[in-house]
């Protein structure tokens, strides 16, 4: 608002100066409230009418359709988004559950919200309720959830069933906790020569081994000659009273396809201490390097030679090539293989990426704690990184092994004592039918122990 000159000029000619002052300040007051009233009607918007308009949001609606899974001393609700959110947008939801007069909350931006810190066994009644800039809304109908503590044995299958064998391996289930797996044993690994036990074939001994003073012979890598296996497992393992001593033979299979026995060798001495190379050229030149145990910790022996002819592929310890393919550098250790009573085999690194020690396993090579696939931590196997003793691998099982399975590993074991009988003389049948007699002896006097079915 301004005052017209002319005004002013009328002012000053035609009054006194004391009603001149008086005129000044009230027309003083009358600019300055009228300026005011205009820069708020601006800040308002414009307009009276913005300056009376009154805010119509409230509190949003119920969530609806409401369900509630139990869990180990927690509840997850699932629910949809209330109907109507009150004209303003739902910031948080809060799942609510009670028992008697203790309420136990949890909170989230959206579906579906755990609960925890509840008891196992305890009916809950649970609801949900959603918050916007107003305030908290209603809550939805109640439903009723009991906790209960999940059994361990049973998170076992779910993962087992994502596993990534490798082709050489079939995978079937019969049941919700039987696993069958056949593999042919061959490796996706090998050198090309070994040194094993010498033979009619390959007679010269060319190395010792340093620790059980076992003599070997240069052999070449033979895939036709190695035999596969089956094998049936249950997979929802559990701990038993007691402690069973590892076999002789296969005790667990890798992703790979390849058997894991314990540490030793029919020498009695642990296979990764008693390991030796030998370097050689062929008629040709070629240099080669031929290792008891190669860069993998995997070798054939004649297991099953008195058997079926053939050899069982297999570690004494940590395959390191298979672990390597799937464990990032210095990251956590993936599960990698499954043991014969069901529980789960890994390598040496933990959640963290860390080198697991020693003293932090049990005497069978168990821990509990959390991996990759099991977050929440399960009971597992691990194999250790850079151990060549009686803890390379499996020194027992702390699951149930089915008598059937350690039958056989005894006859196996027996089979194994007496391969060097058939090596010294390949071709000679009358041996070959004395190993089988002192095979078929061992399975008599499992039988009449009581342990083969």
Not at 98 to 111: L, V
Not at 277 to 289: C, E, K, L, P, V
Not at 402 to 416: I, M, P, Y
Not at 417 to 446: I, M, N, W
Request: aromatic share 8%; net charge neutral.
């Amino acid at each position: 608002m301004s005052i017209p000159a002319s005004f002013t000029r009328l002012l000053t000619q035609m009054t006194p100066a004391a009603t001149r002052t008086t005129i000044a300040l009230w027309l003083l007051r009358t600019t300055v409230g009228c300026i005011t009233l205009s820069v708020l009607a601006g800040c308002a918007g414009g307009g009276s009418s913005a300056t009376n308009a009154v805010s119509t949001a409230s509190v949003p609606g119920a969530p609806t359709a409401v369900t509630a899974t139990a869990g180990d001393a927690s509840s997850s609700l699932s629910f949809s988004a209330p109907a109507a959110n009150g004209g303003a947008t739902i910031s948080a939801y809060t799942a609510t559950c009670t028992a008697g007069s203790i309420s136990t909350t949890g909170s989230g931006f959206a579906s579906p919200v755990s609960v925890s810190g509840l008891t196992n066994g305890t009916l809950y009644a649970c609801s949900v309720s959603a918050t916007n800039s107003v305030g908290i809304g209603a809550e939805s109908t109640s439903i009723s959830v009991t906790p209960a503590a999940t059994s361990a044995a049973s998170v076992y299958p779910a993962v087992y069933k994502t596993l990534a064998w490798d082709a050489t391996v079939s995978v079937t289930y019969s049941g919700s906790c039987t696993m069958t797996l056949s593999t042919t044993g061959v490796p996706a690994y090998h050198d090309a020569y070994y040194l094993a036990p010498p033979n009619t074939a390959y007679p010269t001994v060319v190395a010792t081994a340093p620790v059980s003073g076992l003599q070997l012979a240069v052999v070449p890598y033979k895939p036709s000659a190695i035999t596969g296996s089956t094998a049936t497992i249950n997979i929802c393992p559990t701990k038993a009273a007691s402690n069973t001593a590892t076999n002789m033979g296969a005790i667990g299979y890798m992703l790979s396809g390849e058997a894991i026995f314990n540490a030793y060798e029919g020498s009695g001495t642990p296979a990764m201490s008693d390991n030796v190379s030998y370097t050689f050229s062929d008629s040709g030149g070629t240099r080669y390097t031929a290792s008891f145990i190669d860069k993998c910790n995997s070798h054939a022996t004649p297991l099953n030679v008195t058997l079926n002819g053939g050899y069982n592929w297999h570690y004494h310890g940590i395959p390191t090539c298979l672990a390597e393919s799937v464990d990032p550098a210095n990251g956590p250790s993936h599960l990698i293989g499954i043991a014969l009573d069901g529980f789960p085999i890994y390598g040496g690194r933990d959640i963290n990426g860390n080198i697991i020690s020693l003293a932090a396993l049990d005497s069978c090579n168990g821990i509990t704690s959390p991996t990759p696939e099991f977050p929440s931590g399960v009971y597992h196997y691990v194999l250790p990184l850079n151990v060549t003793n009686k803890q390379s691998s499996l020194t027992c099982y702390s699951g149930t092994v089915s008598q059937v399975k350690l039958a056989l590993a005894k006859a196996a074991a027996c089979s194994r004592r007496y391969a060097s009988l058939f090596e010294s003389r390949d071709g000679d049948l009358l041996d070959r039918k004395r190993t089988f007699a002192k095979v078929g002896y061992v399975a008599r006097t499992a039988r009449a122990d009581g342990l083969l079915l």
